[in-house]
T-cell receptor
Framework: KNQVEQSPQSLIILEGKNCTLQCNYTVSPFSNLRWYKQDTGRGPVSLTI???SENTKSNGRYTATLDADTKQSSLHITASQLSDSASYIC?????????????WGLGTSLAVNP | SQTIHQWPATLVQPVGSPLSLECTVE??????LYWYRQAAGRGLQLLFY??????ISSEVPQNLSASRPQDRQFILSSKKLLLSDSGFYLCAEAPGGPSGYTFGSGTRLTVV
């Protein structure tokens, strides 16, 4: 069964600290993995997209890693800011016949406190 | 760059009432358009997608329907809302398939 699991479910850190969010997936055949940031009451915004051959990709203070062998990904946030408070969602794309589909994780809710 | 407009932002509707949510896209032509629902404690669920005018694909059987009357317009409808239709509805656009979505700001629907 195609699944995406994220951990932790929620996380509280102090402003300026680093944190790492985890994503494990059992999706096949794998096409790509994305991380989205979703502010409360808003639509998700793409942070990174990685294909099978990529094992790291950065977007400012966000760095995503991908280990396609172990089917794990992480999102590392450096020097956190209050505006980083949001839900971070891992999404894995796969090919289903002629269609490309996505499996969405439930997200990690991050709170950055002053 | 693409811009997606969704309205209304919030909506409270009684059970059994009709629904119409509109999504319009700017900055692109012939987009692939998607309707997602995000229920409390659940991941985003794809409801409908459209690759062109009048072309609608449904991902899950449900109480909702979708239409695409114009290239940049995508409408989500229901004739009679159920309590289970409550959720956060998101319209999304992706060029050439779901390789990179742009999402609208969403509509929070509460059915009472």
């Amino acid at each position: 069964k195609n699944q995406v699991e994220q951990s932790p479910q929620s996380l509280i850190i102090l402003e300026g600290k680093n944190c790492t969010l985890q994503c494990n997936y059992t999706v096949s055949p794998f096409s790509n993995l994305r991380w989205y940031k979703q502010d409360t009451g808003r639509g998700p915004v793409s942070l990174t997209i990685m294909t099978f051959s990529e094992n790291t990709k950065s977007n400012g203070r966000y760095t995503a890693t991908l280990d396609a062998d172990t089917k794990q990904s992480s999102l590392h946030i450096t020097a956190s800011q209050l505006s980083d408070s949001a839900s971070y969602i891992c999404v894995v794309g796969f090919n289903a016949g002629n269609n490309r589909k996505l499996i969405w994780g439930l997200g990690t809710s991050l709170a950055v406190n002053p | 760059s693409q811009t997606i407009h969704q309205w209304p932002a919030t909506l409270v509707q009684p059970v059994g009432s009709p629904l119409s949510l509109e999504c319009t896209v700017e900055g692109t032509s012939n987009p692939n358009l998607y309707w997602y629902r995000q229920a409390a404690g659940r991941g985003l669920q794809l409801l409908f997608y459209s690759v062109g005018i009048g072309q609608i694909s449904s991902e899950v059987p449900q109480n909702l329907s979708a239409s695409r009357p114009q290239d940049r317009q995508f409408i989500l409808s229901s004739k009679k809302l159920l309590l289970s239709d409550s959720g956060f509805y998101l319209c999304a656009e992706a060029p050439g398939g779901p390789s990179g979505y742009t999402f609208g700001s969403g509509t929070r629907l509460t059915v009472v």
